[in-house]
């Protein structure tokens, strides 16, 4: 059984950072690509992040370009998204979603597995 667990989540204030954690059992880890998502209240889903498997090449939303950093740890079978300078803006639901063939990591069909979510709120 497949599983991903979010963690990480919580409420901050403006400017502080959070490290969200992607957890993933059931598969060969390091075949999949692992893209993070949210969804803010009211608003539909969108990607924020990916980090490919093969080459952990990496691409950024933009509005979190030079915030937000993605990576992973093969051995620990776990995707970290380490989110700095947050804003209110970046309150949402913030989902990991695995994907063995991923070529537009914005299409959330491309993906295989999802996880639950974990809030983050960034409010003062």
């Known amino acids: 059984q497949v599983r991903l667990v979010e963690s990480g989540g919580g409420l901050v204030q403006p400017g502080v950072s959070l490290r969200l954690s992607c957890t993933v059992s059931g598969l060969t880890f390091e075949h999949f690509g692992i893209g993070w998502f949210r969804q803010a209240p009211g608003k539909e889903r969108e990607a924020v992040s990916f980090i490919s498997s093969s080459t952990s090449s990496t691409i950024y939303k933009d509005s979190v370009k030079g915030r937000f950093t993605i990576f992973r740890d093969n051995a620990k079978n776990t995707v970290y998204l380490q989110m700095n300078s947050l804003k209110p803006e970046d309150t949402a639901v913030y989902y990991c979603?695995?994907?063995?063939?991923?070529?537009?990591?914005?299409?959330?069909?491309?993906?295989?597995?999802w996880g639950q979510g974990t809030q983050v709120t960034v409010s003062s």
């Open positions: 979603a695995a994907g063995r063939r991923v070529f537009n990591y914005w299409f959330e069909y491309e993906y295989d597995y």
